[in-house]
């Protein structure tokens, strides 16, 4: 198994927090990391540090959120295709955190306001809780691959890995809404048609599809 599936399998959802502070050197390489991804994917993607009021709401409560005072809030100008740029560039943050130490979880209204500041034209999609675990989560229950993608026996090991990839991506209320279709080195993914942030969960799975994949092996469609 490689090593970015392996990252995959450790990383799972985590809402329960540790009193402990996220270090400067820390804090630097994932701010670092979340400019290059702002450019990269014409976002506007905010880290809040030492904040526990978004985190401290009555919705936060009915999440069961507790002890979290850092997340990252992911916004960008108003476009079609915003929600899918924030899932998909904010799994690769996720990922970068779990890489750092760090634990997270995707988190759509179960939270208060966010201190993010925005420009004109902007909006805030999504906020992602962020720290050091009480624990390191659990695996979700998962779908067959069958029941998300055409892949088969015979479908190039290229493909079966990112499928695996896809199936470890968090989404929301882990309800897996999405499908792949191959044709040859082409590869088409679908969100689902009813049910909540469908969209981010898209972006979130094409990031995993992709890593597993690898970019190499296939051209999205």
């Given amino acids: 198994m490689s090593d970015i599936l392996k990252l995959m399998e450790k990383r799972h959802s985590v809402r329960q927090y540790l009193d402990k502070t996220i270090p400067a050197d820390?804090?630097?390489?994932?701010?670092?990391?979340?400019s290059e991804l702002n450019r990269t994917g014409d976002l506007h993607i905010q880290i809040i540090y030492d904040e526990a009021e978004c985190f401290s709401s009555s919705l936060a409560h009915y999440g069961r959120f507790e002890n979290c005072s850092n997340y990252i809030v992911m916004a960008g100008k108003k476009a079609d295709d915003l929600e899918?740029?924030?899932?998909?560039?904010?799994?690769?943050?996720v990922l970068k955190a779990q890489v750092l130490g760090l634990n997270t979880c995707w988190a759509a209204l179960t939270h208060g306001k966010s201190r993010a500041v925005l420009e004109e034209n902007e909006k805030q999609v999504?906020?992602?809780?962020?720290?050091?675990g009480k624990?390191?989560?659990?695996p979700h229950r998962s779908k067959s691959p069958s029941e998300v993608s055409d892949m088969t026996e015979d479908s190039p090991e290229w493909y079966k890995?990112?499928?695996?990839a896809a199936l470890l991506a968090p989404t929301a209320v882990n309800q897996q809404k999405f499908r792949f279709i191959r044709n040859g080195n082409t590869v088409t993914a679908r969100p689902g048609k009813i049910g909540s942030c469908l969209k981010i969960d898209l972006g979130i799975v094409k990031c995993h599809f992709?890593?597993?994949?690898?970019?190499?092996n296939f051209e999205w469609v």
């Fill in 26 to 34: 820390i804090r630097a390489e994932l701010d670092t990391y979340a």
């Fill in 84 to 93: 899918e740029r924030c899932g998909y560039y904010g799994q690769l943050l």
């Fill in 126 to 132: 999504i906020v992602i809780a962020l720290g050091y």
């Fill in 135 to 138: 624990t390191q989560g659990s």
């Fill in 161 to 164: 890995e990112g499928i695996h």
């Fill in 210 to 216: 992709e890593l597993g994949a690898g970019k190499e």
